[in-house]
């Protein structure tokens, strides 16, 4: 059950970038508490770009954004600090230092509640450690907690990105094209591991896919985008696999 206070709010938010680019035109959207939301698109129709201001990755170029009805653009220094404990952000390329252990990854999302100079040193409290071996449990890794990250498959790696993500205890994860590198049992389970945390913990999740299969599969409301315009918004129930010939039209020149 989703609550009706929107987590995320977008009040006709635009991006355009310095060389001239839109990455996000009149954005009006409203995400809710616990929702499982699947963005889908062609490749540069601001789906990244979308994810991203609402860590404040990007800075949007007008309107308003609310997380937790909090507007994100004054935020700055420990605020904003804040703020980004909460969201837990996987990358498509993992985001992983490859040269060091997958518990020393893990115990990475947990550097925003720590002084600069403890997160450098590794000097994580014992009941972190312990998060960090519950949170590879979570994603059937705990055996591979002293391996470096870099001995692990791409499937292997995206899981502990998972773990990262979850060690932070956020509120909102942001997963930009995670499965998009990954073969299809791989996908299964970190797909599978995603929406078991935005069920179990009630985490709004938030996923960019480029399949239209994985997103009929796993999400309970999905937007499509189209040259930064949102074209699409719709529950999983009102969904038709036709809508989407609409979402990935090219747009003419």
Do not use: C
């Amino acid at each position: 059950m989703v609550s009706e206070q929107p987590v995320i709010s977008f009040r006709k938010v635009s991006k355009i970038y310095q060389n001239g680019t839109v990455g996000l035109k009149d954005i009006e959207l409203d995400i809710q508490a616990g929702e499982f939301v699947v963005i889908v698109g062609l490749s540069g129709a601001g789906k990244s770009t979308l994810l991203r201001t609402i860590n404040k990755m990007h800075e949007i170029s007008s309107g308003e954004l609310l997380v937790n009805g909090v507007s994100l653009a004054p935020l700055r220094g420990k605020k904003l600090r804040a703020l980004r404990r909460e969201i837990g952000m996987i990358f498509q390329n993992f985001n992983l230092v490859k040269r060091v252990s997958v518990q020393r990854n893990v115990l990475s999302g947990r550097v925003g509640y720590y002084p600069t100079w403890k997160s450098v040193l590794g000097l994580f409290n014992p009941a972190d450690k312990k998060r960090a071996v519950a949170a590879l449990q979570r994603v059937n890794l705990a055996e591979k907690i002293y391996a470096r990250a870099d001995e692990l498959s791409g499937g292997q790696q995206q899981r502990v990105a998972v773990a990262r993500a979850f060690m932070q205890q956020p509120r909102i994860i942001l997963a930009d094209e995670p499965v998009a590198s990954l073969d299809p049992l791989t996908t299964t389970a970190v797909m599978d591991d995603l929406k078991n945390l935005n069920q179990e913990f009630k985490i709004t999740t938030i996923v960019n896919l480029h399949s239209v299969p994985l997103a009929l599969k796993y999400a309970d409301r999905i937007i499509g985008l189209r040259a930064g315009r949102l074209v699409y918004n719709k529950p999983i129930d009102q969904v038709a696999t036709q809508d989407f010939a609409a979402i990935y039209q090219e747009e003419e020149k």
